[in-house]
């Protein structure tokens, strides 16, 4: 797929996604969804880790609704399940760690893309707003789903509700995201956490993200039980027998992600 509405590039086993419509604040169309989603498709295969983050002064504003026409007919129902759904769940289910650089306002559907991400890591000048309710909606792009599960449900219904920004501080202390760090910083700081995610153990990370992702449906005998059989194969690994061969050396692990 020829990308538009994002850059895409792979560089020392790091995929990274920008949101590349920065004149309306990297807002969301269908081909930018389509995109996004097949960025998060090659970006599986071709890293270690995929980062993805915003052109601009925004992370993404939700739903494109400059065009009055087009937004007057729009189908919400069949836009969210024939195209936000193939997206999120691209993101969800990418066999890599995923990192949501948030470099400003994330707002709407552009708040829960973010939190669709394994780990979120935002500028604190960056703010997240479940806008939803300002035009008649309730929250969509899996945020009935993720906030919940984050924050916890009076947290959850308050932002639905109120539709009040949360600022990356607030989003830090409640549980929505990894952490906040100062704008100076802050482009660093996610090239080194992306860069030790990428020289890390990736078959025990796609299976980490398995378990802690099932354990929100299953009763403890079952997550036990999903906990006994992917421990099973990363034993299997070359990586934990690098990681215990390093251990017992007293060196740095070098790891493949095998």
């Not at 939190?115 to 035009?135: C, G, H, W, Y």
């Not at 916890?152 to 920004?165: D, I, T, V």
Request: glycine share 8%; proline share 3%.
């Amino acid at each position: 797929m020829i990308y538009e509405t994002i850059n895409y590039a792979v560089r020392d086993d790091v995929a990274t996604i920008t949101l590349n419509r920065p004149d309306v604040m990297n807002a969301l169309n269908t081909q930018m969804r389509a995109e996004i989603a097949d960025a998060f498709g090659a970006g599986g295969r071709e890293a270690r880790v995929v980062v993805m983050t915003g052109e601009g002064r925004a992370f993404c504003s939700g739903q494109d609704l400059g065009d009055r026409e087009t937004a007057a007919n729009l189908d919400l129902e069949r836009v969210l399940r024939d195209e936000y759904v193939p997206m999120l769940k691209a993101i969800y289910d990418c066999p890599v760690p995923t990192i949501c650089a948030v470099n400003g306002a994330a707002a709407g559907a552009g708040a829960n893309l973010a939190l669709a991400a394994d780990v979120v890591i935002a500028t604190e000048s960056a703010f997240f707003m479940q806008a939803f309710t300002k035009i008649g909606l309730i929250p969509d792009a899996g945020g009935t789903w993720f906030l919940p599960r984050q924050i916890g449900l009076a947290k959850a219904m308050g932002a639905a509700l109120f539709a009040e920004k949360v600022t990356a501080m607030q989003a830090d202390q409640w549980g929505m995201i990894w952490e906040a760090v100062p704008d100076a910083t802050f482009r660093d700081h996610v090239a080194q956490r992306a860069a030790s995610l990428a020289q890390g153990p990736t078959a025990a990370y796609a299976r980490v993200k398995q378990a802690l992702y099932a354990a929100t449906d299953n009763t403890l005998e079952e997550q036990l039980a999903v906990e006994s059989r992917l421990q099973g194969e990363c034993g299997k690994t070359r990586d934990f027998k690098e990681g215990v061969v390093a251990f017992m050396e007293k060196r740095p692990a070098v790891y493949e992600g095998r």
